[in-house]
T-cell receptor, first 112, second 114 residues
Framework: NAGVTQTPKFRVLKTGQSMTLLCAQD?????MYWYRQDPGMGLRLIHY???????AKGEVPDGYNVSRLKKQNFLLGLESAAPSQTSVYFC???????????FGQGTRLTVV | GNSVTQMEGPVTLSEEAFLTINCTYT??????LFWYVQYPGEGLQLLLK?????DKGSNKGFEATYRKETTSFHLEKGSVQVSDSAVYFC?????????????FGSGTRLSIRP
């Protein structure tokens, strides 16, 4: 049982480059989330989805886009990376509203 | 909107000491409350949860009680171990399925000295 899998685990980008982070879950969860973790700031919600085909903005959505074409996958895109997007990104999923979240191992992204 | 405020760290204790990490929340309705733990280089893991007022969540010797009257969910452990060294996050999840999201506090780094 893989749970929540994020790819890649590490990435270095140059300013202005684009990339997509993939999150896959095999638990048939409806809800999926993308967070970024920065020192001293905890986890901040970027975007989330309450079901296949739906997405919504979180606390810090600017500079990111997401898609949820399949229930098991939630993609996070950076169209033009900036150094301020250097962070550790976590994907999570949960079965229902109010339910516990299951996390991936994280993606460490550095933008130079 | 919903928010979580937790005790700032870092917190350093000796082994077998008593631990309290404070957490208070602001929310409309009746959220579920959680404590997550993050070990170095890993993602977050659920430590314990409570879904309604006066519920007590417990796991691995940690406990937290959902206090609606004080909007708090403080984490406690009677005797900490070196292996408890980690970052602890308090979180809430609203149950309104039209806008369900999980909100985290800023995290508290705990270090236990042998």
């Amino acid at each position: 049982n893989a749970g929540v899998t994020q790819t890649p685990k590490f990435r270095v980008l140059k300013t202005g480059q684009s990339m997509t982070l993939l999150c896959a879950q095999d638990m048939n969860h409806e809800y999926m989330y993308w967070y970024r973790q920065d020192p001293g700031m905890g986890l901040r919600l970027i975007h989330y989805s309450v079901g296949e085909g739906t997405t919504a903005k979180g606390e810090v959505p600017d500079g990111y886009n997401v898609s949820r074409l399949k229930k098991q996958n939630f993609l996070l895109g950076l169209e033009s990376a900036a150094p301020s997007q250097t962070s550790v990104y976590f994907c999570a999923s949960s079965y229902s509203a109010g339910g516990e979240a299951f996390f991936g191992q994280g993606t460490r992204l550095t933008v130079v | 909107g919903n928010s979580v405020t937790q005790m700032e760290g870092p917190v350093t204790l000796s082994e077998e000491a008593f631990l309290t990490i404070n957490c208070t929340y602001t929310a409309t309705g009746y959220p579920s409350l959680f404590w997550y733990v993050q070990y170095p280089g890993e993602g977050l893991q659920l430590l314990l949860k409570a879904t309604k007022a006066d519920d007590k969540g417990s796991n691995k010797g940690f406990e937290a009680t959902y206090r609606k009257e004080t909007t708090s969910f403080h984490l406690e452990k009677g005797s900490v171990q070196v292996s408890d060294s980690a970052v602890y996050f308090c979180a809430l999840s609203d149950r309104d399925s039209s806008a369900s999201k999980i909100i985290f506090g800023s995290g508290t780094r705990l270090s236990i000295r042998p």
